[in-house]
């Protein structure tokens, strides 16, 4: 095999046809992106971009609504670049009118340091503004991309130029790197689009400036290490400091890696990335373990209750898996996606598809809750909330739930000269462009909640079809035109090199089991538990689905106590898991000494990302290990 | 039997003659009383008495520290009250000198209210006045009864005049009772020295105004809860907010209801009592489960990391334990007393006698404290130190531990009719008053080391003799004279009725086996868990005693699997625990499909009250149950 030369494909290659993702995307599409649309409008978000404010008016623009504007954007794009659709087209480009004319006359374009502090321009690393100018440029490319309208791509070009130039150029900022990452994988994008180089070396200018800049640590009051300007990026080997930005900046890095063939950046991003996911993450694939600063906190602190996993952040984590298979053709970057994707990036919205988390945790306490809301102010402390709402005042995950979902079939493959790689399963008709020919693929599946994946060619050709086998899967089964297939494995990739026909079936049979999964000794408060996983999807206990058992205390037996349901919950159908388990019998006192009268109980479990859509109550992932 | 009237037997008919608690005061007496002396030296405490402090100069006395002084020299008192000492008294005569300079004219007497805020005098509520005032007159008392010497209680009584004058009788204060309750108990101490009865109506007053007063409602800036004042007291049904002030209360409320007789105060102590031991205390005996407001939280909330059982909340649990067992004869109360003092309290003082702790977790993980420490100011949260220090700027606990170890006679007896309760078991000698005769016993014990106590009478008498059998003490035998004795038992007393001849021997052989402990299931946290005692002592492992192992992982079997040893730790002789226990071989991943591949361990366990004596490291009570 020659060397692996990853390449993405993206989601516009693909129609996704049914399963899971086609049926979240309509969701998103026909409920999300109105909802959130109406809490913008409702809120003033796209009002502010009028830049009529004016000092003592109500809804003040804030230094992060031009980035909610523009992320709800880039998602309805991907929508539109599946169906072109007259009306939010005409919303759309309303939108952008108000950009243009916003932006002044140097391209400067951003709401918040126009209209309230327009002295400011380029002097507050911390306060979003390149940030804010990344999601512009990603809004802007994909709507180009859905459209052919260069409007507001010609708007983002004008601001990014105009950062270049001030940034990097002329270094006449008040300081040199983003105080929140973003602007630079935005900026690789916008060079991929472009091929022009400027764009490439501004990304690399905020990158190699990162931790490195005299500028940034005198221009400084916040934490250098919470801004992941604690070192220089290369030297930065644990995922430290506000989740989402350092998630974003190790996208960029990933991004750099790839486009540089750069062996040093590149080993920086697999660091990160095994410190990420062998010591900081949930096994929800939520990560941030502390809402102070949204921050990566310490290896194997692992909180339940008051853990942070931002929806944005699994976002972020997702994202980064994507650009890390393009770098080493390792499964393990999709099992991690699918983890991130499948259970906190779901959990961020309600099965009806207008409410939202910012925070997931991996239980639920409502006493807790309750007694924290009834005490005086002062005496609160912060706690994620039990119940999804319509809008956030830091409302960056709803939008980027748009943004990830139109998006999704970027997960589904990639391809290595002249192999393709299936990640991801969904259902969809993929057409891919390797060295010498273009490839149709269309695949058929019940995944995440079934493991057989039948992938049918509809074009001949010579190439490599390399099927992912996730780490979850012990057994599975590949043939090809009900043949077993011959195939070479390595890590954890099926690889059927052949002569394909059109009309080929591979039939891929991945065992799904239902596991029982254990956590490292050294995270404190999963000592003595583990979590039921089946496929990607974890599961997770609530209250309505078991009265009267103290959750907490359910033990619960192998992954072959349980049996898989399929049962519809708020109107969608989805698997459930019964498992007989052992409880202790109530007792009245506080303690006693330990005697273990079990009772057997069964326990109902759901899949974690449909918690709390049926009111406020009782949820654990961990339970006690029988 | 007649009614039960319980009456204590103070600490002044006792001499302890050796034993844990006789080592405890030489300790105190020794290295405490000087080290807190110096420290309240150093930062100006003293000093301030002398009233000559103006604005601009350093060291501005604080609300609270005239407490700090008064409850210093309370302790100072009950060690003249076994041992007068010239030279200490000298110092005390000093402090009584500025004191009586500082009084005002009218009585006043309040450092900080006459220095820095004269004009404030009687306004604020929240701001520890009658507190420091309750104080000043149980230091008083003490040394007038310590030394005869008048003076001290003089200026005290003239201070209550002044206090009485205003709240009671003219009600001309801003506020009606006290922000944080102490003077209350302190007024009944007063009432019970004097037989003036205008202090118990005072101590009334406050009692019964708590809760139902609109001016202190009204001239309110804080949460009612957490200074429990949100209900008439005898409404209270569970233990709310600032647990020192709530056990204060508490104390106050059973000496009210024990001096009246009065039902229904005696009903709202037994409740609130409950609520307490069985819904809101750790096995420890700390309560108060949140440093925010240093308050009790909602039943079964007793996090072991974060709780911040001060040690003062636990002495005032021990206070209020013994002023129910005058209300009812049920050793419950000595139980828990003796958890409160074996456990938490001592944990307060390093084993050197002269470093305390104000919080007291019941795990340690410096891995949290070294994260937070080195976050900048505004990301940080709130965690228990893990090494005890010299001096805190708030502290009410080292005088405290003065207190409370200089009178622990108090907690060996008390008295009903013609029957001697012997409660916690300790070496000394006590003449006891009854109806109608006066007793000596002698009592011999290595408790809480050893289970085997000793009575010998040195009086002849017709009496009742009830021994507290321990809650945790599942077998006993109790001999006379080496012959197996006739006794009734009745909750947790067994009673010796007898005519008693000079030299009789009461020997009480308590099995002090090894127990684990379970929680209620609905502490969720503890559940799979155990804690290890041993009487009335807890178990905690310690890294240094434990290298290697995950703490929180190991999983403990039976008592029958520990064994005990006796060893010296930091020049003191302690019973240290080990066991054969299991633990998980350590695996690098963060997540795997749970095996179970156990290996056996040795675990060492310290008593708890001994931790965080030998460097910052690891703590641990609660282990998984095997």
Same mark, same amino acid.
């Given at each position: 095999?020659?060397?692996?030369?990853?390449?993405?494909?993206?989601?516009?290659?693909?129609?996704?046809?049914?399963?899971?993702?086609?049926?979240?995307?309509?969701?998103?599409?026909?409920?999300?992106?109105?909802?959130?649309?109406?809490?913008?409008?409702?809120?003033?978000?796209?009002?502010?971009?009028?830049?009529?404010?004016?000092?003592?008016?109500?809804?003040?623009?804030?230094?992060?609504?031009?980035?909610?504007?523009?992320?709800?954007?880039?998602?309805?794009?991907?929508?539109?670049?599946?169906?072109?659709?007259?009306?939010?087209?005409?919303?759309?480009?309303?939108?952008?009118?108000?950009?243009?004319?916003?932006?002044?006359?140097?391209?400067?374009?951003?709401?918040?340091?126009?209209?309230?502090?327009?002295?400011?321009?380029?002097?507050?690393?911390?306060?979003?503004?390149?940030?804010?100018?990344?999601?512009?440029?990603?809004?802007?490319?994909?709507?180009?991309?859905?459209?052919?309208?260069?409007?507001?791509?010609?708007?983002?070009?004008?601001?990014?130029?105009?950062?270049?130039?001030?940034?990097?150029?002329?270094?006449?900022?008040?300081?040199?790197?983003?105080?929140?990452?973003?602007?630079?994988?935005?900026?690789?994008?916008?060079?991929?689009?472009?091929?022009?180089?400027?764009?490439?070396?501004?990304?690399?200018?905020?990158?190699?400036?990162?931790?490195?800049?005299?500028?940034?640590?005198?221009?400084?009051?916040?934490?250098?290490?919470?801004?992941?300007?604690?070192?220089?990026?290369?030297?930065?080997?644990?995922?430290?400091?506000?989740?989402?930005?350092?998630?974003?900046?190790?996208?960029?890095?990933?991004?750099?890696?790839?486009?540089?063939?750069?062996?040093?950046?590149?080993?920086?991003?697999?660091?990160?990335?095994?410190?990420?996911?062998?010591?900081?993450?949930?096994?929800?694939?939520?990560?941030?373990?502390?809402?102070?600063?949204?921050?990566?906190?310490?290896?194997?602190?692992?909180?339940?209750?008051?853990?942070?996993?931002?929806?944005?952040?699994?976002?972020?984590?997702?994202?980064?898996?994507?650009?890390?298979?393009?770098?080493?053709?390792?499964?393990?970057?999709?099992?991690?996606?699918?983890?991130?994707?499948?259970?906190?990036?779901?959990?961020?919205?309600?099965?009806?598809?207008?409410?939202?988390?910012?925070?997931?945790?991996?239980?639920?306490?409502?006493?807790?809750?309750?007694?924290?809301?009834?005490?005086?102010?002062?005496?609160?402390?912060?706690?994620?909330?039990?119940?999804?709402?319509?809008?956030?005042?830091?409302?960056?995950?709803?939008?980027?739930?748009?943004?990830?979902?139109?998006?999704?079939?970027?997960?589904?493959?990639?391809?290595?000269?002249?192999?393709?790689?299936?990640?991801?399963?969904?259902?969809?008709?993929?057409?891919?462009?390797?060295?010498?020919?273009?490839?149709?693929?269309?695949?058929?599946?019940?995944?995440?909640?079934?493991?057989?994946?039948?992938?049918?060619?509809?074009?001949?050709?010579?190439?490599?079809?390399?099927?992912?086998?996730?780490?979850?899967?012990?057994?599975?089964?590949?043939?090809?035109?009900?043949?077993?297939?011959?195939?070479?494995?390595?890590?954890?990739?099926?690889?059927?090199?052949?002569?394909? %026909?059109? *009309? =080929?079936?591979?039939?891929?049979? #991945?065992?799904?089991?239902?596991?029982?999964?254990? +956590? /490292?000794?050294? @995270?404190?408060?999963?000592?003595?538990?583990?979590?039921?996983?089946?496929?990607?999807?974890?599961?997770?206990?609530?209250?309505?689905?078991?009265?009267?058992?103290?959750?907490?205390?359910?033990?619960?037996?192998?992954?072959?106590?349980?049996?898989?349901?399929?049962?519809?919950?708020?109107?969608?159908?989805?698997?459930?898991?019964?498992?007989?388990?052992?409880?202790?019998?109530?007792?009245?006192?506080?303690?006693?000494? %330990?005697? *273990? =009268?079990?009772?057997?109980?069964? #326990?109902?479990?759901?899949?974690?990302?449909?918690? +709390? /859509?049926?009111? @406020?109550?009782?949820?654990?992932?961990?339970?006690?290990?029988?």
């Amino acid at each position: 095999m020659k060397k692996y030369e990853g390449k993405p494909v993206s989601f516009e290659q693909i129609e996704l046809t049914h399963g899971f993702w086609q049926e979240q995307q309509r969701l998103v599409k026909e409920v999300t992106i109105n909802a959130v649309y109406d809490r913008f409008e409702e809120t003033g978000r796209f009002g502010a971009l009028k830049g009529d404010w004016k000092e003592g008016m109500p809804l003040k623009p804030h230094i992060f609504w031009d980035s909610d504007i523009t992320k709800w954007m880039e998602g309805v794009a991907f929508y539109l670049q599946k169906n072109r659709d007259p009306e939010m087209e005409k919303r759309m480009d309303e939108l952008i009118e108000r950009m243009e004319k916003l932006q002044l006359e140097d391209g400067y374009l951003d709401t918040y340091f126009i209209v309230v502090e327009p002295e400011a321009r380029f002097t507050r690393r911390p306060d979003h503004e390149l940030y804010c100018a990344g999601h512009l440029v990603e809004g802007a490319i994909a709507y180009y991309k859905a459209t052919g309208k260069r409007k507001m791509l010609d708007i983002a070009i004008r601001f990014i130029n105009l950062i270049d130039q001030t940034f990097r150029l002329e270094q006449s900022a008040s300081f040199d790197t983003p105080g929140h990452q973003e602007i630079e994988l935005a900026l690789v994008k916008l060079y991929t689009l472009t091929g022009e180089v400027r764009y490439k070396e501004l990304a690399e200018f905020f990158i190699d400036h990162r931790g490195c800049s005299r500028k940034d640590r005198e221009n400084n009051d916040t934490d250098l290490t919470n801004i992941q300007s604690h070192l220089p990026v290369r030297e930065q080997k644990t995922a430290d400091g506000h989740s989402v930005r350092a998630l974003y900046q190790y996208c960029a890095m990933a991004d750099l890696a790839l486009l540089n063939r750069e062996e040093e950046l590149t080993r920086a991003c697999e660091t990160l990335f095994e410190n990420v996911v062998q010591k900081r993450m949930h096994i929800t694939g939520g990560v941030g373990s502390t809402y102070l600063g949204e921050a990566f906190t310490f290896d194997y602190d692992l909180p339940e209750y008051t853990t942070y996993n931002e929806t944005c952040a699994s976002i972020a984590l997702a994202m980064f898996c994507r650009r890390m298979w393009l770098i080493d053709a390792d499964s393990k970057y999709a099992d991690y996606a699918e983890l991130a994707l499948y259970n906190t990036v779901l959990s961020g919205m309600s099965l009806s598809g207008d409410r939202f988390f910012y925070e997931n945790p991996l239980a639920a306490d409502p006493r807790r809750n309750d007694f924290n809301g009834a005490r005086a102010e002062y005496l609160r402390e912060h706690l994620p909330i039990l119940e999804r709402v319509k809008i956030f005042d830091c409302s960056c995950c709803p939008p980027n739930l748009v943004r990830i979902t139109g998006a999704i079939g970027n997960y589904m493959y990639s391809v290595s000269e002249n192999t393709i790689y299936a990640h991801c399963y969904m259902s969809g008709k993929a057409c891919i462009q390797l060295e010498e020919q273009e490839v149709i693929l269309e695949q058929r599946t019940d995944y995440p909640y079934d493991g057989s994946v039948n992938i049918e060619t509809e074009t001949d050709g010579d190439y490599t079809l390399a099927l992912r086998i996730p780490g979850w899967c012990s057994a599975y089964h590949l043939t090809v035109n009900g043949e077993k297939a011959e195939y070479s494995a390595n890590k954890g990739y099926a690889y059927l090199r052949r002569t394909w %026909s059109k *009309g =080929d079936q591979v039939s891929l049979e #991945l065992e799904m089991a239902i596991h029982r999964i254990e +956590a /490292n000794p050294r @995270v404190t408060n999963l000592c003595g538990r583990v979590a039921v996983m089946r496929g990607p999807i974890v599961f997770c206990g609530e209250e309505v689905d078991n009265q009267g058992l103290a959750l907490r205390d359910v033990r619960v037996g192998a992954g072959d106590s349980f049996r898989v349901a399929r049962e519809t919950l708020c109107g969608r159908s989805l698997p459930v898991l019964y498992g007989q388990a052992e409880s202790r019998k109530d007792f009245g006192e506080l303690y006693r000494f %330990s005697e *273990g =009268d079990m009772e057997t109980v069964t #326990l109902k479990l759901i899949p974690y990302f449909a918690w +709390a /859509n049926r009111g @406020v109550m009782e949820m654990n992932v961990w339970f006690l290990k029988k």
